[in-house]
């Protein structure tokens, strides 16, 4: 079993389709371990504010099994593919790290580059893998943490969810 890092984040009807996701991925992989939740202004775009955070669990899916899923999961609420890159979403569910593999696995390309591009992706991901080490940097993703520089503002939120 590998153990993987996902980020969703979502900025439509945000509550619903955060908590729809990680039904469906306990559906899917069972436990999981969440991050607090976040809420950051939208990069890239003018849009609505997004709640984010990070998933941790373990799977022996092939990582283009798990992306199948993942895709599933985002269209299963109502994720539209036809808009920009950088626009609105429902969910969005995206594969940080699946165990320590590197490179192009089935066409998605890991660790992925977010992780120290957005603090709405490292920040979550130090909270519950401070200690881990990115799979090519060697760092471990709380120093990453501690030496992200640039500017994104985010705020901690009360989210619960009864599938933990």
Same mark, same amino acid.
């Given at each position: 079993m590998a153990k993987v890092?996902?980020?969703l984040g979502s900025n439509i009807e945000r509550e619903l389709h955060i908590t729809a996701g990680l039904e469906a991925l306990q559906r899917h992989f069972g436990a999981l371990v969440l991050s607090p939740v976040y809420e950051?202004?939208?990069v890239g775009f003018d849009g609505d504010a997004f709640y984010n955070l990070v998933v941790a669990m373990e799977t022996d899916l092939p990582v283009g099994e798990l992306q199948r899923v =993942?895709?599933?999961i985002e269209d299963e609420n109502d994720r539209s593919r036809s808009d920009p890159k950088f626009s609105?979403?429902?969910l969005?569910?995206?594969i940080l790290t699946v @165990? @320590?593999?590197v490179g192009d696995i089935d066409g998605v390309q890991l660790p992925r580059d977010e992780i120290e591009k957005n603090a709405f992706v490292l920040l979550p991901l130090a909270d519950i893998a401070s200690e881990e080490l990115h799979? =090519?940097?060697q760092i471990s993703y709380g120093a990453m943490w501690q030496q992200y520089s640039k500017t994104q503002k985010l705020w901690q939120i009360p989210f619960e969810?009864?599938?933990c």
């Open positions: 890092y996902l980020s950051s202004e939208s =993942v895709k599933m609105s979403r429902t969005d569910i995206d @165990g @320590g593999l799979p =090519v940097l969810w009864q599938g």
